[in-house]
DNA sequence: ACATGATACTCCCTTTGGAAGTAAGATGTT
DNA sequence: AACATCTTACTTCCAAAGGGAGTATCATGT
């Protein structure tokens, strides 16, 4: 009666474990809070997720009482702290990404030009909210008061690709909607620049070239 | 025996119909070429999404005979060209990320110094392929030689989300390894850098903030 | 006392992933 | 010409996952 074997999800859910025991409700809160963000899960799967670490042995599950109601906390075990450092030697697979404003501006030219601009809006809305989530977070790690202090050597990596994809977003949606702004009501009448394909282009091309060179952290600062 | 309603699944399918008929083998290859960096779904249900299309009316299926071998090539109704405008009318939902390797970061402390440099390594060299993938698409299109060129208005904003994302995790992958170079073997070790956290919460503050600023042209401009 | 929100889950049905498979045509190699 | 390999053109199957709806109990607010 063993289940599959564990997935990306379950060692999502293991690696929570290793930080400390959490009850099923706190796992679902804190994926919410944290690490839905790059691997976002189903609460109805996050509930699910323990019970299988039980079944592999990777994790414990024992029960609470609180007057009527019940409370299930799991545990990392030994073998579970072996599996995750086991997975961790594997660099694991790039990233995936579904992005449904974007696949409406591929197929504009189906709409109106006023179509195009709410959805780049709504682009530009969707990064500001995220961003506005994250800064109480960020700003109370910088005031010495964040959640497991002694993860900032990670979460500093983490937390900046998060933020630089949020602007990322941010900032093509506002640049997109300066080049749709001067388009036709019509977007089937829109022209394009040749000058942005070039960019775009180059842009590549130093990616794949730039073999050689550790400018990422000066590059990074620098912005 | 009316299958459940469209998916956003159903409309991308029904996009690349919009643009001319397709057969099914040919709607997995570009997907699989284009719209599947933004939308990635499993080629089993790519055949089966368009006869759902057919189902619902807003496509229609014809059989063509090679030999002994059937095709099918499906061409999009004026229904289903309504249908694609309607949908265009509400904006979409924001991005939704699974980046598997920065999970692996996220939990680095479970593993080795090494583990984390190699799946640091592996993102940059995912972030290259992909711009490898990606150049000699883009310098055909410069060349007057691409695909569907009267579609360049809209190619030219989506291709310069996906790159720009690839350069994303490229930098940031290598700014990272220069941090975890710096790292004791033991992770748990690491130390963090409060410049670090520092700015990136002054990068999600400028973005909540810069509401009435449109500098998105003069940012990727003078990139 | 009652309403509302939070805690703490479960169930169900649809969508989806991806591996494995089948069949026939086209091209390459000897 | 014979055979191997790749491409075209799909289908099937089972596990993973999404998300809505639901139940029950505690805690807080009015």
Chains 1, 2 share one sequence.
Not at 69 to 88: D, E, F, M, N, S
Not at 151 to 167: A, G, H, N
């Amino acid at each position: 009666m063993s289940r599959g074997s564990p997935t990306t999800t379950s060692y999502a859910v293991l690696g929570l474990l290793s930080i400390k025991p959490w009850s099923s409700y706190e796992l679902t809160q804190q994926m919410d809070r944290s690490l839905g963000r790059i691997w976002p899960r189903a609460v109805s799967k996050l509930y699910e997720e323990p019970k299988k670490l039980v079944d592999h042995g990777l994790a414990r599950a024992s029960t609470e009482q609180n007057g009527q109601r019940t409370r299930t906390v799991y545990t990392i075990t030994a073998k579970g702290r072996r599996a995750l450092a086991t997975w961790l030697q594997h660099p694991g697979e790039g990233p995936v990404i579904e992005f449904e404003q974007l696949l409406k501006v591929f197929f504009s030219e189906n709409g109106t030009k006023a179509d195009t601009l709410a959805t780049l809006l709504a682009a530009q809305g969707w990064a500001r909210a995220r961003c506005a989530e994250s800064l109480p977070v960020g700003e109370r790690y910088a005031e010495g008061e964040g959640l497991f202090p002694e993860r900032l050597p990670e979460l500093q990596l983490t937390s900046r690709f998060i933020t630089d994809f949020y602007l990322l977003v941010l900032n093509w949606a506002r640049w997109a909607a300066t080049i749709v702004e001067t388009w036709p009501d019509d977007p089937r009448q829109a022209t394009y620049e040749s000058e942005v394909i070039a960019e775009t282009i180059a842009r590549a091309r130093r990616a794949v070239k730039d073999d050689k060179t550790e400018a990422g952290e000066t590059r990074h600062v620098k912005d």
